[in-house]
């Protein structure tokens, strides 16, 4: 059984930074897409980054107000995706949450919560002015 973990919310203020980390265990993964979405009080759940590989092909993508301040990464040995998140802003105040594919995505479908096979339990992210 898959599980993901995520770590390194918190509080902090305009133009600071944090580091997100989802874990993933119970299974190693040849091809698969992790993906951050986050969901802020009273709105939807969005897409925000999402990771995808297959061999060593890898793919990052970006929704377009975060694209030059977040960067996905991944630790292959340590089955851990990151996402780094500086010069952050009110409006990225959320609950941030982890979520895998068993496969690599097409890139239409990154962005549909339905193609992700597994979640973790989120971690706020508080942005203050």
């Known amino acids: 059984q898959v599980q993901l973990v995520e770590s390194g919310g918190g509080s902090v203020q305009a133009g600071g930074s944090l580091r997100l980390s989802c874990a993933a265990s119970g299974s190693t993964f040849s091809s698969a897409t992790v993906a951050w979405f986050r969901q802020a009080p009273g709105k939807e759940r969005m897409f925000v980054s999402a990771l995808r590989w297959s061999g060593g092909n890898t793919g990052t993508h970006y929704t377009e107000s975060v694209k030059g301040r977040f960067t996905i990464s991944r630790d292959r040995a340590r089955n851990v995706v990151y996402l780094q998140m500086s010069s952050l802003r009110p409006e990225d105040t959320a609950v941030y949450y982890c979520?895998?594919?068993?496969?690599?995505?097409?890139?239409?479908?990154?962005?549909?919560?339905?193609?992700?096979?597994?979640w973790g339990q989120g971690t706020q992210v508080t942005v203050s002015s």
């Open positions: 979520s895998l594919a068993n496969s690599r995505l097409i890139v239409s479908r990154l962005w549909t919560e339905d193609n992700y096979d597994y």
